[in-house]
């Protein structure tokens, strides 16, 4: 069973891998969205991570998607079906 602590872990470890693919300040600005599921309660956290990576990383925007149970799934199937998924 995945922790509530693994699971923000991991999800910290993906998000900074991704930071390979990013602009050079002059290239402007670049948006990426970061999907969790139902961890709205560590917004605080979530919220310090952004704004770190965001302090690390100038140019780029985060947008912190946090679905619930039932929406997750729906969600992520439509963001892939749509070419939109959260990078």
Do not use: C
């Given at each position: 069973?995945?922790?509530?602590?693994?699971?923000?872990?991991?999800?910290?470890?993906?998000?900074?891998?991704?930071?390979?693919?990013?602009?050079?300040?002059?290239?402007?600005?670049?948006?990426?969205?970061?999907?969790?599921?139902?961890?709205?309660?560590?917004?605080?956290?979530?919220?310090?991570?952004?704004k770190r990576f965001?302090?690390?990383?100038?140019?780029?925007?985060?947008?912190?998607?946090?679905?619930?149970?039932?929406?997750?799934?729906?969600?992520?199937?439509?963001?892939?079906?749509?070419?939109?998924?959260?990078?």
């Open positions: 069973m995945i922790t509530r602590r693994t699971l923000l872990k991991t999800a910290a470890a993906a998000a900074a891998t991704n930071t390979l693919s990013f602009p050079a300040i002059g290239q402007g600005t670049k948006k990426i969205s970061f999907l969790t599921w139902n961890i709205i309660d560590q917004k605080e956290l979530i919220d310090g991570w952004i965001q302090a690390a990383h100038p140019g780029v925007e985060v947008e912190w998607l946090d679905k619930k149970g039932p929406e997750f799934g729906p969600f992520y199937q439509t963001q892939l079906t749509a070419g939109t998924r959260p990078t």
